[in-house]
């Protein structure tokens, strides 16, 4: 697959923040977000090349939300109502080595900016935790600041605004949930599918490889990989990518979609309204 050639990348400052052909590989994803932090952390004051394609990582709550023990207004995993749809976990501009660029620009995340998202980014991106989210200063924000890579993302995505309108857009246009059921894959309390037959349903749907992560044997988070022109790609398999994963955190040839029941948190029922043909009329760019 071709991929674009790398141009220099912007003199870089801070901001906001394994697969499948024949073998799909499962990472930890507490053990994932914290070497993404990392990479930031190292990243600030260094140049960086320009990043090679996108992945959206989706994650799902059943797997997550089982392990909440302590609620807050803020997780997600608290609400009166389960989740069970995969929600966002980020939008992340990666290189075809397996690592990724992190904090190429200066600019602080302002949530003023993506105000008319709110509602939607509550509802289809909420944090699962109640831990704050750390930036490339070592500051502190909701789960939405965290997302620094949002930077690395030009020229695809300029601006902050357009980083969260085209995931959301990513996500409606490409809907895993439905990808799946359209396959015979169901949310589930105990039920295992095959491995396969969850790959072979996203590929028929999307049109390419999935990336799955797994905990316990069931799936935690899925990736679906994009050019730059935001056309489904192939996840990649790499060296380095496999020298971060143990044997015992591969998916197993039969995984679950576990549901889980939520511990609610007294100020986190309240509803989010979304009317869904405006989420689509406003987020779809084509």
């Given at each position: 697959m071709a991929m674009a050639t790398a141009r220099k990348a912007p003199r870089m400052v801070a901001i906001w923040a394994v697969v499948v052909v024949v073998v799909v590989v499962a990472a930890d994803l507490f053990g994932a977000a914290v070497a993404r932090s990392a990479s930031a952390r190292h990243a600030v004051g260094k140049k960086q090349r320009e990043f090679d394609y996108f992945a959206l990582a989706l994650q799902w709550p059943g797997t997550i939300c089982a392990s909440t023990r302590h609620c807050c207004a803020i997780n997600g995993c608290c609400r009166s109502e389960p989740l069970q749809t995969f929600t966002i976990h980020g939008l992340w501009p990666d290189y075809d080595d397996g690592t990724w660029p992190a904090c190429c620009r200066h600019t602080s995340f302002d949530m003023d900016k993506i105000l008319p998202l709110k509602p939607t980014l509550e509802k289809y991106w909420p944090s699962l935790y109640c831990s704050s989210s750390s930036t490339c200063f070592s500051g502190k924000g909701p789960f939405w600041a965290h997302e620094k890579h949002g930077t690395c993302s030009s020229p695809v995505v300029k601006d902050e605004l357009e980083y969260f309108t085209t995931a959301l857009d990513l996500y409606?246009?490409?809907?895993?949930?439905?990808?799946?059921?359209?396959?015979?894959?169901?949310v589930s309390n105990g039920k295992q599918y095959a491995l396969t037959d969850v790959i072979?349903?996203?590929?028929?749907?999307?049109?390419?490889s999935p990336q799955i992560v797994c905990k316990k044997g069931s799936v935690e988070?899925?990736?679906?990989?994009?050019?730059?022109?935001?056309?489904?790609?192939?996840?990649?398999?790499?060296t380095a990518t496999n020298e971060n994963v143990s044997k015992k955190k591969y998916c197993p040839r039969y995984i679950t979609l576990p549901t889980y029941d939520p511990i609610v948190h007294a100020n986190s029922t309240r509803e989010i309204i979304t009317v869904e043909s405006e989420v689509y009329g406003y987020l779809y760019t084509s």
């Amino acid at each position: 697959m071709a991929m674009a050639t790398a141009r220099k990348a912007p003199r870089m400052v801070a901001i906001w923040a394994v697969v499948v052909v024949v073998v799909v590989v499962a990472a930890d994803l507490f053990g994932a977000a914290v070497a993404r932090s990392a990479s930031a952390r190292h990243a600030v004051g260094k140049k960086q090349r320009e990043f090679d394609y996108f992945a959206l990582a989706l994650q799902w709550p059943g797997t997550i939300c089982a392990s909440t023990r302590h609620c807050c207004a803020i997780n997600g995993c608290c609400r009166s109502e389960p989740l069970q749809t995969f929600t966002i976990h980020g939008l992340w501009p990666d290189y075809d080595d397996g690592t990724w660029p992190a904090c190429c620009r200066h600019t602080s995340f302002d949530m003023d900016k993506i105000l008319p998202l709110k509602p939607t980014l509550e509802k289809y991106w909420p944090s699962l935790y109640c831990s704050s989210s750390s930036t490339c200063f070592s500051g502190k924000g909701p789960f939405w600041a965290h997302e620094k890579h949002g930077t690395c993302s030009s020229p695809v995505v300029k601006d902050e605004l357009e980083y969260f309108t085209t995931a959301l857009d990513l996500y409606f246009k490409y809907n895993v949930t439905e990808m799946l059921a359209s396959g015979g894959i169901h949310v589930s309390n105990g039920k295992q599918y095959a491995l396969t037959d969850v790959i072979d349903a996203i590929k028929c749907a999307f049109g390419a490889s999935p990336q799955i992560v797994c905990k316990k044997g069931s799936v935690e988070e899925l990736r679906l990989c994009f050019d730059k022109d935001l056309k489904p790609l192939d996840c990649l398999t790499t060296t380095a990518t496999n020298e971060n994963v143990s044997k015992k955190k591969y998916c197993p040839r039969y995984i679950t979609l576990p549901t889980y029941d939520p511990i609610v948190h007294a100020n986190s029922t309240r509803e989010i309204i979304t009317v869904e043909s405006e989420v689509y009329g406003y987020l779809y760019t084509s």
